[in-house]
């Protein structure tokens, strides 16, 4: 059992370590289809707000989102007289744990705030600028781990497989200039183009690791790969180690490795980059809007990054040897301390990340696809019922989701919004109240209305929470392209 914990504090360590940053982009969905909404441009950048505005610096578009398909009812369970144990006590069967667990665990958190933003109609078309801190943190984590935490050895051999375990961080600061114009009666069309400066990138992921344990001896192999760059310097230490050759001859070998003691302050500014928004709108018919929208397609080149590996060589364990009742009569080497600091050297090898060079590292945006399409209910024109399609494409952190909607703008300065969502991460209510008057504007709405918390105001099942709020001053008369 100790042998068991570990390894899984080490490997649960490991997946850890890039979630020294936890906050990128985190769009208020629920509102892509109000008209009176002063940020659907983030969404469609061909969307026009209705009035020039000047937001609030910082709280003009403030936004904080968490997804995940497990929550704290996964890992924490009611015992009979009401006090609450965690997964690893007896009490709770190894089924009803892992029963509660998808194949992959994900998990989600992003924010997303803007410093500087302002927008106006001008020169044909509709003209945005906007200043804004974006970070966003990903993990997924596969069933198998939390097995292995679990139920360890049964039946006298066991395997697990961890393969696409992994973990990354992402924080940018971004400036986005965009332009929406009618080119068609029934044609919209916009565009951004974003200047990034990256801040903090990490990214850890082991590609296939193998734990087969036995009677006899355990087995772990695999490899795994670690990159850092940005405000955060996980700086380098030499470490110097025996080897023995071919031929049984000794000899000393080093290695650079990172040195996660001394954690301290990089370059304020890790890199540059560009990404572009592209979108567009179609009437239909008088009653049919049809909107389709590609975001964030780009990169950011981050100079001086870490790029380091898993050491992951097969590593074997076969029990204590030869331990004598006195351990002051061992022999050197072989008392039960020195086996078990052995134990302790190995596995932090193990898991140790051998730097491979520093050099630019570039990384592509997860990209973002947006279609929607939006019916006007005919006996009451001011309400709406819309669908949205939202797709991240990011690799093994990918998500999809479909949102269906009813919006209603029952007077010129208030419309509302209230949607259900079927994700990679559940099922989720959203929704909107926005006030929208000449001079002022507030509005405050979720993607993932959470009913049920913990006292840390945590969900309690799946672990989907958004909330989003901002202030923003309008001026000028109501337009349309």
């Known amino acids: 059992m100790k042998r068991r914990n570990k390894i899984a504090a080490a490997l649960l360590f490991a997946a850890s370590i890039p979630a020294v940053s936890t906050w990128a982009q985190n769009s208020l969905r629920s509102a892509y289809f109000l008209e009176g909404y002063t940020y659907r441009h983030q969404m469609n950048p061909a969307f026009a707000s209705e009035r020039n505005y000047v937001g609030m610096p910082v709280l003009g578009n403030f936004n904080i989102g968490l997804q995940s398909n497990i929550g704290v009812s996964n890992f924490l369970y009611k015992q009979p007289n009401g006090d609450l144990t965690t997964f690893l006590n007896g009490s709770v069967s190894s089924g009803e744990f892992l029963d509660g667990?998808?194949?992959?665990?994900?998990?989600?958190?992003?924010?997303?705030?803007?410093?500087?933003?302002?927008?106006?109609?001008?020169?044909?078309g509709f003209n945005t600028f906007d200043l804004s801190i974006k970070n966003g943190t990903r993990a997924n984590l596969p069933k198998d781990l939390f097995e292995f935490a679990k139920v360890g050895m049964q039946g006298g051999h066991s395997e697990y497989n961890l393969e696409d375990m992994g973990m990354y961080s992402n924080s940018y600061a971004e400036i986005a200039l965009g332009h929406s114009r009618k080119i068609?009666?029934?044609?919209?069309?916009?565009?951004?183009?974003?200047?990034?400066?990256?801040?903090?990138?990490?990214?850890?992921?082991?590609?296939?690791?193998?734990?087969v344990m036995s009677d006899e001896k355990w087995l772990v192999s695999g490899d795994g790969e670690f990159s850092t760059a940005g405000i955060v310097d996980i700086p380098t230490k030499l470490k110097t180690k025996d080897v023995?050759?071919?031929?049984?001859?000794?000899?000393?070998?080093?290695?650079?490795?990172?040195?996660?003691?001394?954690?301290?302050?990089?370059?304020?500014?890790?890199?540059?980059?560009?990404?572009?928004?592209?979108?567009?709108?179609?009437?239909?018919?008088?009653?049919?809007?049809?909107?389709?929208?590609v975001l964030d397609l780009g990169w950011i080149s981050y100079k001086n990054a870490v790029q380091s590996a898993m050491a992951m060589e097969p590593w074997e364990f076969d029990g204590f040897h030869d331990i004598p009742f006195d351990s002051n009569k061992a022999a050197p080497g072989m008392s039960i301390e020195d086996q078990i600091d052995n134990l302790t050297d190995d596995l932090e090898d193990l898991f140790q990340m051998k730097v491979q060079g520093k050099d630019k590292h570039t990384k592509a945006l997860g990209a973002t696809l947006n279609i929607g399409a939006?019916?006007?209910?005919?006996?009451?024109?001011?309400?709406?019922?819309?669908?949205?399609?939202?797709?991240?494409?990011?690799?093994?952190?990918?998500?999809s989701e479909g949102r269906f909607s009813a919006n209603v703008a029952p007077v010129k300065c208030f419309d509302a919004s209230i949607s259900y969502a079927i994700s990679s991460f559940g099922s989720s209510f959203g929704w909107i109240a926005n006030y929208h008057g000449k001079g002022f504007s507030l509005f405050l709405g979720?993607?993932?209305?959470?009913?049920?918390?913990?006292?840390?105001?945590?969900?309690?099942?799946?672990?989907?929470?958004?909330?989003?709020?901002?202030?923003?001053?309008?001026?000028?008369?109501?337009?349309?392209?």
Do not use: C
Not at 451 to 473: D, H, L, R, Y
């Open 374 to 399: 939006l019916y006007t209910f005919p006996f009451y024109d001011k309400l709406k019922f819309g669908f949205l399609e939202s797709t991240r494409i990011n690799g093994q952190y990918s998500w």
């Open 184 to 211: 068609m009666d029934k044609l919209t069309v916009g565009a951004k183009v974003k200047f990034l400066l990256g801040i903090y990138n990490a990214d850890f992921h082991i590609n296939d690791m193998k734990l």
């Open 244 to 293: 023995t050759d071919d031929y049984g001859n000794i000899h000393q070998e080093t290695e650079e490795e990172l040195d996660f003691d001394n954690i301290g302050t990089g370059d304020a500014i890790g890199g540059f980059g560009m990404a572009f928004d592209f979108g567009a709108t179609y009437q239909l018919r008088e009653d049919l809007e049809l909107s389709m929208a």
């Open 446 to 481: 979720s993607n993932h209305q959470f009913f049920k918390v913990t006292p840390q105001f945590i969900p309690v099942n799946n672990a989907n929470m958004n909330i989003s709020i901002g202030i923003n001053f309008p001026f000028g008369d109501i337009k349309s392209l």
């Open 101 to 124: 667990l998808k194949n992959r665990n994900r998990l989600n958190l992003d924010v997303d705030m803007n410093i500087i933003s302002f927008g106006f109609h001008k020169w044909g």
